[in-house]
């Protein structure tokens, strides 16, 4: 799968450009402030309907603008998409001219990874980032999970409405009408527990050869290095209905996939409080490569990978790693201040260079 070409209007600093790409290496230089991660952020746009980076759309319109627009052409096994996402009072997509009736709907079209520099926070920031991350994984992946999870949050919510009207007494509530729509949300949230559970069984395994890799390379052990192990387990919210009453004293759910998290932990040592900020980096950037197979293993197709300022970062043995490891024959736009960082991959590259919003090739 990959973007063939790209024509933005209007999104953040990017006043208007048409953009054709390669099938392999994109490199997007320039200085900083220039407009180099907005334009990653634009292609990211076009996969999800979200951004990496803020959770308000409207940040994303030009200063002084009305709107932004966004159309790429994707292709997939030679079968060509064009993929439109438009903002303005509201938020559309159309896929090859017809309108989709939920945005939600474009997830599985046009396969993302990003990886950037907050990617630490899969590790050291809060569950809402990992199931974040699990659930733009498994929509991507799995069409169903996606619709189980919309369920599932509908349902969630009809739920906290009526804790909280039990709380308040603001409406007569029986506890049979509660009961009925909590086992619609167990059933449904049910599904969500599985699919998460095989997801990190696979994920784990993949992260985990992926990180001894990394942190018991060669040059690292000459200096010193220690071998490492990484584990990343499910931390599923089980439903217990013995909760019921802080559940109603509180106004809101007590358990669910809705508060589950995933455990990281390096040399059975728990990653998120313990770990160094180079061995939580590795850990994330073992995770997004483990993203990075489970895609492919999944949907047989290599999903187009996005770097943000990732080596900057990172020590010579790392980003050489890193390099090689992504370096797969899929797509990749990368972004740089230097190109001197990212010598491994410049063999067939095309070369964008970003300066004040615009981008030259
Ligand atoms: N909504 C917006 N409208 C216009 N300009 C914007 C908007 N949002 C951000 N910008 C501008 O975009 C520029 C930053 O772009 P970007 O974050 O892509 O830089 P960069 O090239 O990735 O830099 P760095 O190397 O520092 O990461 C800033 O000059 C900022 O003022
Ligand atoms: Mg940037």
């Keep these: 799968m990959y973007l063939s070409s790209l024509q933005i209007r209007n999104f953040r600093n990017i006043k208007e450009t048409q953009l054709q790409f390669n099938t392999g290496v994109n490199i997007i230089l320039g200085q900083n402030g220039q407009g180099k991660t907005n334009l990653l952020e634009a292609i990211y746009f076009l996969g999800i309907a979200r951004s990496f980076r803020t959770s308000c759309d409207s940040a994303l319109i030009s200063r002084d603008m009305d709107g932004f627009f966004l159309s790429g052409i994707v292709v997939q096994q030679h079968i060509q998409d064009k993929i439109d996402v438009l903002l303005e009072d509201t938020k559309k997509v159309r896929i090859n001219n017809k309108f989709l009736p939920r945005i939600i709907d474009l997830i599985g079209h046009f396969q993302v990874i990003i990886f950037f520099p907050e990617d630490l926070h899969l590790v050291k920031g809060t569950p809402d980032i990992r199931r974040r991350f699990l659930d733009i994984l498994l929509s991507q992946s799995n069409p169903q999970y996606l619709h189980y ?101 509180k106004g809101h759910t007590l358990n669910g996939p809705h508060l589950d998290d995933m455990v990281f932990q390096i040399n059975e040592i728990d990653a998120r409080r313990f770990s160094s900020q180079g061995q939580q980096r590795t850990a994330s950037i073992s995770l997004r490569l483990a993203e990075l197979e489970y895609l492919y293993q999944q949907t047989k197709e290599l999903p187009v990978l996005l770097l943000d300022d990732i080596c900057s970062e990172l020590d010579d043995v790392r980003r050489e790693y890193l390099m090689k490891a992504i370096n797969r024959g899929g797509q990749i736009f990368i972004t740089t201040t230097s190109l001197d960082t990212i010598k491994e991959l410049m063999d067939g590259a095309r070369v964008f260079t970003v300066r004040n919003g615009l981008i030259y090739s």
């Excluded at 395994?205 to 390379?217: C, E, K, P, V």
């Design 149 to 249: 999870l919309q369920r599932y949050n509908k349902i969630h919510k009809h739920c906290n409405e009526m804790l909280w009207q039990l709380k308040t007494g603001q409406q007569v509530i029986t506890m049979s009408e509660l009961d009925v729509w909590d086992i619609q949300r167990q059933e449904t949230g049910n599904q969500l527990i599985r699919a998460r559970k095989e997801a990190i069984e696979v994920l784990n395994d993949l992260a985990a050869g992926i990180h001894h890799q990394i942190a018991t390379s060669p040059t690292l052990m000459e200096d010193g290095g220690s071998s490492e192990i990484l584990k990343i387990s499910y931390k599923p919210s089980m439903f217990n209905k013995e909760k019921r009453v802080d559940e109603i004293r």
